[in-house]
């Protein structure tokens, strides 16, 4: 299993920025799809974003396409959401997740996909 650490977190004003980053360690990163999620309190964990082992494709849930991006730099081993025009909606903790990938295109979306995730960290957006 990859372990990941995600940092990035904090209270931030409606419409402006945070970038999330998530360090991978333990295994072999390029060989990893790699996906965000969030959940709010009183909510079920949703999914926010997906990139591909490549990194070539990405996949953004409606609520956040347009607004947030997703990266992976492998020379790093870390994985980024650039989370851009925060709501306070957003607000949630923010969850990295890993998926040892045979294809190098394909993404995932279900919380089920993924086999490994880190601790989550804090994202507050107030109005």
């Known amino acids: 299993q990859v372990q990941l650490v995600e940092s990035g977190g904090g209270l931030v004003q409606a419409g402006g920025s945070l970038r999330l980053s998530c360090a991978a360690s333990?295994?072999?990163?390029?060989?990893?799809?790699m996906g965000w999620f969030r959940q709010a309190p009183g909510k079920e964990r949703e999914f926010v974003s997906s990139?591909?082992?490549?990194?070539?494709?990405?996949y953004y849930a409606d609520s956040v396409k347009g607004r947030f991006t997703i990266s992976k730099d492998h020379a790093k081993n870390t994985v980024y959401l650039q989370m851009n025009s925060l709501k306070p909606e957003d607000t949630a903790t923010y969850y990295c997740?890993?998926?040892?990938?045979?294809?190098?295109?394909?993404?995932?979306?279900?919380?089920?996909?993924?086999?490994?995730w880190g601790q989550g960290t804090q994202v507050t957006v107030s109005s």
């Open positions: 333990g295994r072999t990163f390029s060989n990893y799809a």
């Open positions: 997740a890993a998926r040892n990938a045979v294809s190098s295109g394909t993404y995932y979306v279900k919380a089920s996909s993924f086999g490994s």
């Open positions: 990139i591909s082992r490549s990194g070539g494709n990405t």
